[in-house]
Structure formats: structure tokens, C-alpha cells
């Protein structure tokens, strides 16, 4: 199983302000099959980023995915009120899938 | 509107069975893959179960193997999930889920239903 280590736990950050969030895999994920989620209190989760670094459907450009192997991270240029939420990152490379334990980023 | 409403969640006793049922619209339901993903309350998500779109491939967490069943009805666009001998530990939120062109990645959520398990 890949275990998927999100850091940090929390982020305080101000609106404008650039963040930065980590996702680490304990072995390579197959084929950058990396995913990235926003969700927010009392919703389901939506989906940003799949392949590592494709945004999906509808989702603005300040949101960017990088990495590969076993390194991945999700870049928010300039927080806008509405992204201050929780971020998963999921591997679908392999079964069992996995979640990242998530990163909460807080209004400073 | 293309849109996935859960259904089917509610309290039932440790031990007892229950069955969750997804209703998809606005897109072709046969096309893609389907997931069940759950979330204890307060804490992050977990992936429960995936079957692909011809029901060739079925996968389960190791939490629920030998104790859940993931089912799909092409021709009622609909995802279902038998749970059997449910936990405390199965309490949570439990969404269903789209693939996303083909991968298991998911594009498309419900709002989800609550399973409680407690007696």
C-alpha cells in the first residue's frame, strides 16, 4: 500500500498570499497517477488536479500541480477567500487507492 | 444536470446490514468507472470500493473485503453497495464517486449519505 504524508497539517495564510502544499509517497506512484482535492466544510470534495499536474474541468490557473516519483506538490498562486479549505492528494496508480491525511490552509 | 444523489444511509446496529444506492444523471452512466469513498466524522477520506464500467474489475479496501459488495445497474444508472456485518469503525459519510476518463480519479461526487453504526 502507498502511504500518501501531506505537509504541513494546517497553513495559516492571508488572501494574495502564495501557498504551498506537500504530498510525499512511500514508493513511486505509477505513471504521476497523483490527484488532487479541495473540500470544504459540510460538502464533498472536488476534484483540482489529476496526472500530477493537469487541472481539471472549470478549475482557475492559480491552481498548479508538479512533481513525479515519489514528490508532488500543489501550488495556490494567490489565495482567494473561497480556497481556504482542506487539500487531499490521492494516488490511483495502484491498488489499494490512497488519501493523504490532508492539509488544512486557514485564514491568517 | 449531471449530478450523483446517495442513498440508504442510516443508524443500524453493530452486526446488522445495509444497502447504499446511487442514482447518476446526465451523463452516460455506462461510460465510466464508479467508486464508493467514505469519511469518518472529523477525519480524512478513505477509498472503499471501485468496480469499472462493464463490471470487468471490481477492488476493495482491505477494511471491508469479505464484508461489502459493490454492485452497478447500467441499464438503471445506478451504483449500489451491500454492507454487511457493519463496525462502529464503518461510521461515516460514504459519497459515491465518478471516474474520470477512464482512471480513478474522481470528477464528480455526491453529496453523500451517513452510516451510523452504534447500538
Known amino acids: 500500500e502507498i502511504v500518501l504524508t501531506q505537509s504541513p497539517g494546517a497553513l495559516s495564510l492571508s488572501p494574495g498570499e502564495r501557498a504551498t502544499l506537500s504530498c510525499r509517497a512511500s514508493?513511486?506512484?505509477?505513471?504521476?497517477?497523483l490527484a488532487w482535492y479541495q473540500q470544504k466544510p459540510g460538502q464533498a470534495p472536488r476534484l483540482l488536479i489529476y496526472?500530477?499536474?493537469s487541472r481539471a474541468t472549470g478549475i482557475p490557473d492559480r491552481f498548479s500541480g508538479s512533481g513525479s516519483g515519489t514528490d508532488f506538490t500543489l501550488t495556490i498562486s494567490r489565495l482567494e477567500p473561497e480556497d481556504f479549505a482542506v487539500y487531499y492528494c490521492?494516488?490511483?496508480?495502484?491498488?489499494?487507492?490512497?488519501f493523504g491525511g490532508g492539509t488544512k490552509v486557514e485564514i491568517k | 444536470e449531471v449530478q450523483l444523489v446517495e442513498s440508504g444511509g442510516g443508524l443500524v446496529k453493530p452486526g446488522g446490514s445495509l444497502r447504499l444506492s446511487c442514482a447518476a444523471s446526465g451523463f452516460t452512466f455506462s461510460s465510466y468507472s464508479m467508486n464508493w469513498v467514505r469519511q469518518a466524522p472529523g477525519k480524512g477520506l478513505e477509498w472503499v470500493s471501485s468496480i469499472s464500467s462493464s463490471t470487468s474489475y471490481i477492488y476493495y479496501a482491505d477494511s471491508v473485503t469479505g464484508r461489502f459488495t459493490i454492485s452497478r445497474d447500467n441499464a438503471k444508472n445506478s451504483l449500489y453497495l451491500q454492507m454487511n456485518s457493519l463496525r462502529a469503525e464503518d461510521t461515516a459519510v460514504y459519497y459515491c464517486?465518478?471516474?474520470?476518463?477512464?482512471?480513478?480519479?474522481?470528477?464528480?461526487w455526491g453529496r453523500g449519505t451517513l452510516v451510523t453504526v452504534s447500538s
Open positions: 496526472g500530477a499536474s
Open positions: 464517486a465518478r471516474g474520470s476518463g477512464g482512471d480513478y480519479n474522481f470528477d464528480l
Open positions: 514508493q513511486s506512484v505509477t505513471s504521476s497517477y
Open positions: 490521492q494516488q490511483y496508480g495502484s491498488s489499494p487507492l490512497t
